[in-house]
């Protein structure tokens, strides 16, 4: 695979220029924001890059299992951010929400797939989990702040329904499949368009390192259904946290 230099990164950076031209003249105030994050992407990419050369050349069974898990642990702070209730109660079940979906489906993926002898081998561990982790933290934030701002804007018609003898999941379940749905949508509108509309990323970088294009659509098949369960699996587990989580023993909204 032919290898980008520094140089040609450095020009590929400096046409983002003619887009801060733009945003100031249109009075965006987005500039800051665009420099920071770029920054930001470059110094932790090349960091991410120096140490992983190191973790893949150990491939230790426990270094690997306790760096999916760090990444998990900042999948769910960067969930619990993003979210419009702020308590650190909520770490620890979000967090199991998100670490025992994306460890099955890593362990399924290694033994069931692609039948690999070692439990945990770096070079499939972290760039497979860190895929499925980065397709679920968008989907949590926007899955639970619509369950919150549905159970908020509907709470005369839910305490209502609670009344008349409905159960908790029965008055929230509009909700939980809004939820849902919103949550999932983006999932399911990529594989549909997979292969027409754009060729996705780790098929891409399988097929740029000398893969056949034949087993690198297997792989990218196999990548979308697991982040869809990933994703799917995840978002159950927080709704139904974040459900008990709002309202008290007695079904009434904390």
């Known amino acids: 695979m032919e290898q980008i230099t520094y140089l040609g990164l450095f020009l590929l950076s400096l046409l983002v220029i003619p887009t801060l031209m733009v945003n100031r003249f249109l ?6 924001q665009i420099v920071q994050s770029m920054i930001r992407m470059f110094v932790q990419l090349f960091v991410v890059g120096i140490y992983l050369k190191y973790i893949f050349e150990w491939d230790n069974n426990l270094l690997n299992l306790a760096y999916i898990l760090v990444m998990e642990l900042i999948a769910t702070s960067s969930t619990l951010r993003g979210i419009q209730i702020k308590n650190r109660k909520l770490f620890f079940p979000l967090f199991l929400t998100v670490m025992v979906p994306n460890l099955a489906l890593i362990f399924f993926f ?3 797939l692609l039948r690999l002898g ?3 081998p770096a070079r499939y561990v972290i760039t497979i989990g860190g895929m499925l982790l980065g397709n679920v933290l968008n989907g949590n934030i926007v899955g639970l702040n619509t369950f919150y701002n549905g159970i908020k804007a509907n709470q005369q018609i839910l305490n209502y329904e609670l009344t008349l003898g409905a159960t908790l999941f029965q008055a929230c379940k509009p909700h939980i499949s809004n939820a849902l749905t919103l949550t999932i949508k983006p999932t399911i509108a990529s594989m549909a368009t997979l292969g027409l509309v754009a060729l996705p990323g ?4 399988q097929i740029l390192g000398g893969a056949l294009p034949s ?5 990218q098949i196999a990548i979308m259904i697991a982040i869809y369960l990933n994703r799917y ?4 587990g927080g709704l139904g946290v974040f459900m008990r989580y709002l309202f008290d023993c007695n079904d009434q909204l904390v």
């Not at 699996?233 to 159950?236: G, L, R, V």
């Open 27 to 32: 009075e965006i105030r987005l500039n800051s």
């Open 233 to 236: 699996f995840t978002i159950i």
């Open 202 to 205: 780790m098929m891409t970088g």
């Open 110 to 112: 290694n033994f069931i």
């Open 118 to 120: 070692w439990i945990l």
């Open 215 to 219: 087993d690198a659509i297997m792989y």
